[in-house]
């Protein structure tokens, strides 16, 4: 911007005149505007508020889908029964008898002990190339350079070349040194065979045939009998010998049954229905506080007089009032206020006398559990009421953006219209002074003259 110097010649400030005139222009539009920006943010605030309240409820619903609105299992056995077991809702409740014939267990092969040299460091095996089998998978060789074969170098080389399939380690004694390796895989099919080949041959007393190493835990399979049924398994947790069961072994106790037995559990079921409750009324008052009317003691919500909670709130009521018999049926009552409560004793009989009258009631497709949905999704859903009226925000906060444009213009060629005038009477004005002033020096030296 260049540097002006106005009302040198008059005493005329241009600049001052200029500010004030513009901020009288501007303050009417200014506060019109902030107005409007400050609704804006609030509605905005207001329906993300709604729409998480919302948003929060229908996730509440989603999760009577499936199995979801059917009691629980609870798998109970006796202390000392070699296992644990768990059961979802899908697991037919009765009595299972079973025995742990054997647990499984990886391959661990232990090496002959190799004696340190006199002055106590590690001798060296030897070096060459370890062909490392898992099972029936494809042998990995692992390289054991010259110079490079002590038990702590042959483990580094294994666990660094082959430790996705085995793991190595050395354990150092009084008498030397002793390598370890593991399978990755347990059970049987999980054994670990080793073929040593080229270099000194020192690596020969790692071959599982012929060499040194030996057998410290050999491959197992677990073994369980359920029901006179034998199943094994290559790990000692087992998800699919029963319908919706899964045991962990951990002792096995041959020969010995012990009884488990699964039983309807309304514990997760009453836990879902009690977040639907909550997520309702969380709902159901953040419209109400939302939408608050105000009066002389009460500060009015954004959305006051907003036809939209209004909307909501009647809509979620109907539903609620729809499917009001079955839901007195299971416990649920509604208050004065619309909110939801759960008698869990009532809940408890209704179960008693039908395990799935939850699932009839709040199922993906009944009429109250499809309603409910449904009105979540026209509610939420991509062309649904709020994102409607968040995209409508949207295109209001575009065009109050572009009228600040429009204004901050205005302004500017308002500003450059002020300046040029008062500029041109400062100049005027200083040239009205020069004139009186010479017009008063000529009057004086007439009067001196005479």
Do not use: C, W
């Not at 300046?419 to 002033?437: C, E, H, I, V, Y």
């Amino acid at each position: 911007m260049a540097i002006t110097a106005t009302g040198i010649g008059s005493g005329l400030d241009v600049n001052s005149i200029v500010s004030q005139l513009m901020t009288a222009e501007r303050a009417p539009a200014d506060k019109r505007l902030d107005a409007v920006d400050k609704d804006i943010k609030a509605q905005v605030s207001a329906f993300g508020s709604l729409s998480s309240a919302l948003s929060a409820l229908e996730t509440a619903i989603k999760k009577f889908d499936g199995t979801g609105s059917q009691a629980g299992r609870k798998a109970t056995m006796a202390d000392g029964a070699g296992f644990s077991a768990s059961a979802s809702s899908s697991a037919a409740p009765g009595r299972y008898m079973i025995s742990v014939e054997s647990l499984a267990q990886a391959h661990r092969l232990q090496s002959a002990t190799l004696a340190r040299n006199g002055d106590g460091s590690a001798a060296q095996l030897g070096y060459g190339t370890l062909a490392i089998s898992v099972g029936a998978g494809t042998p990995i060789n692992v390289s054991i350079g010259s110079g490079s074969g002590t038990l702590a170098d042959i483990r580094n080389a294994i666990n660094a070349q082959a430790g996705d399939k085995v793991a190595a380690t050395v354990v150092s004694g009084d008498a030397g040194d002793v390598l370890f390796v593991t399978s990755r895989i347990s059970g049987t099919a999980g054994a670990v065979t080793i073929a040593a080949s080229g270099g000194d041959g020192g690596l020969a007393a790692l071959n599982t045939s012929g060499g040194t190493i030996t057998t410290k835990d050999a491959a197992q399979d677990a073994q369980v009998v359920i029901d006179g049924i034998t199943r094994t398994a290559k790990g000692n947790t087992i998800s699919d010998a029963i319908s919706g069961i899964t045991l962990n072994l951990s002792t096995a106790k041959p020969g010995t049954a012990f009884a488990l037995d699964v039983a309807e559990d309304p514990a997760s079921l009453k836990t879902t229905l009690n977040g639907f409750v909550t997520a309702y009324n969380a709902a159901i008052t953040q419209i109400r506080t939302l939408s608050a009317a105000g009066g002389q003691d009460a500060v009015a919500g954004p959305l006051s007089g907003d036809a939209a909670p209004r909307s909501i709130m009647q809509t979620l009521r109907n539903t609620i009032g729809n499917g009001y018999q079955g839901l007195s049926t299971l416990g649920l009552k509604t208050a004065v206020d619309g909110t939801l409560t759960l008698d869990s004793s009532k809940l408890d009989a209704a179960l008693a006398s039908d395990p799935n009258a939850v699932k009839k009631l709040f199922g993906e497709t009944t009429d109250f559990g499809k309603g409910m949905r449904d009105v979540l999704h026209n509610f939420l859903g991509d062309q649904g009421l709020l994102p409607s009226r968040q995209q409508g925000l949207t295109a209001r906060s575009k065009v109050l953006a572009r009228q600040r444009t429009d204004l901050d213009a205005r302004m500017d060629r308002l500003e450059a219209t002020y300046r040029r005038q008062f500029t041109a009477l400062d100049t005027m004005m200083s040239k009205l002074q020069g004139t009186q002033n010479y017009v008063s020096q000529q009057l004086s030296q007439l009067n001196n003259s005479r």
